[in-house]
């Protein structure tokens, strides 16, 4: 059996968020020595170790980075703050602290690098962001092949669709689809016919896992995309209705309200602008990555939906 000295280890920055805290129990599950990194311990797993400080301080990270072998970026900056050149100094700061190490940084990719048109998006596809925020995420990505290239480091991208799940209530499904939960309406983001891609966070982490558990038979810079649910807004409906039990209003989101909020508040402005996300099809693929999480590494649809759906109305029952 192995010792808990033998343990690989892991360390996640931003442990408290969507991303972050999926990681952090999926690498606990997997038998990781964990190390979580935020401000405050708001979100405890068991098992695992937490360091509280500021990811924007250089010493810090670098400690908090010591013992790892793999560390995953799980960082976020709140919509209207990744201008003026915010996300790429958060970037920096953990660049820094990863030169010369020779350790691995799993990084979360995202969709807004892509145009609509293009519908069908591989890891080989050209990047060409739609809004400045694709622009912002294209820097990113550009720092971290050139951080590969010199830096003495190991970069994975996994780039995913929509988180959902994890007992978040403040996703697209408790601040958008389920915000009228009480009065037995549901709402959906597109068209019901268009199809979305979505990464139930579980699936996430444990990818997060595959690719830091295969890290030695990649090059130093790779790029996966997790395909996770690619299903329609219309089996999203139908899915939140089994998965509560019950019939729901079921009406489109009103996304005039998003817009109008947009001309005092910069957040909701930036939420509508990438409203293109949902009005196209832009489906991740990655039969490599397929081939790697294994055939039944992604919860059923309906599965996933229902025990979304069921926490967030348990939660606000409480």
């Known amino acids: 059996m192995t010792s808990f000295s033998d343990r690989s280890k892991v360390t996640i920055l931003g442990s408290n968020g969507h991303l972050g805290h999926a990681a952090m129990v999926a690498f606990a599950a997997a038998g990781w020595s964990v190390t979580g990194l935020g401000r405050?311990?708001?979100k405890p797993v068991p098992g695992t170790t937490f360091i509280a400080g500021d990811a924007n301080d250089l010493a810090i990270v670098r400690r908090a980075i010591a013992d790892a072998d793999v560390v995953v970026h799980g960082l976020h900056l709140r919509y209207d703050q990744w201008g003026n050149g915010r996300a790429e100094a958060q970037l920096q700061v953990v660049l820094d602290a990863m030169a010369g190490t020779g350790k691995t940084l799993i990084f979360p990719g995202t969709i807004y690098n892509y145009r609509a048109a293009d519908r069908t998006i591989s890891p080989a596809l050209r990047q060409e962001g739609e809004q400045p925020r694709g622009t912002i995420r294209i820097r990113l990505e550009t720092m971290l092949a050139e951080a590969a290239e010199k830096a003495g480091f190991q970069i994975l991208i996994l780039r995913a669709g929509d988180f959902y799940g994890g007992g978040n209530a403040d996703d697209w499904y408790g601040q958008a689809?389920?915000?009228?939960?009480?009065?037995?309406?549901?709402?959906?983001?597109?068209?019901?016919?268009?199809?979305?891609?979505?990464?139930?966070?579980?699936?996430?982490?444990?990818?997060?896992?595959?690719?830091?558990?295969?890290?030695?038979?990649?090059?130093?810079?790779?790029?996966?995309?997790?395909?996770g649910h690619w299903i329609s807004h219309r089996q999203i409906m139908a899915a939140i209705e089994a998965g509560l039990g019950r019939r729901l209003s079921v009406r489109p989101f009103p996304w005039w309200m998003i817009r109008a909020a947009?001309?005092?508040?910069?957040?909701?402005?930036?939420?509508?602008?990438?409203?293109?996300?949902?009005?196209?099809?832009?489906?991740?693929?990655?039969?490599?990555?397929?081939?790697?999480?294994?055939?039944?590494?992604?919860?059923?649809?309906?599965?996933?939906?229902?025990?979304?759906v069921h926490a967030l109305a348990t939660a606000r029952a409480a």
């Open 177 to 227: 689809m389920l915000m009228h939960l009480a009065r037995d309406r549901v709402y959906h983001l597109g068209a019901l016919d268009l199809r979305h891609s979505w990464a139930y966070l579980p699936d996430l982490g444990r990818a997060f896992v595959t690719l830091a558990e295969k890290r030695q038979a990649l090059g130093k810079f790779e790029n996966f995309h997790f395909a």
């Open 262 to 308: 947009g001309l005092v508040n910069p957040v909701m402005r930036d939420l509508f602008r990438m409203r293109y996300l949902w009005d196209n099809e832009m489906e991740l693929v990655d039969p490599r990555l397929d081939a790697m999480v294994g055939p039944d590494a992604t919860t059923p649809f309906e599965q996933a939906v229902a025990e979304t």
């Open 40 to 42: 405050a311990n708001r």
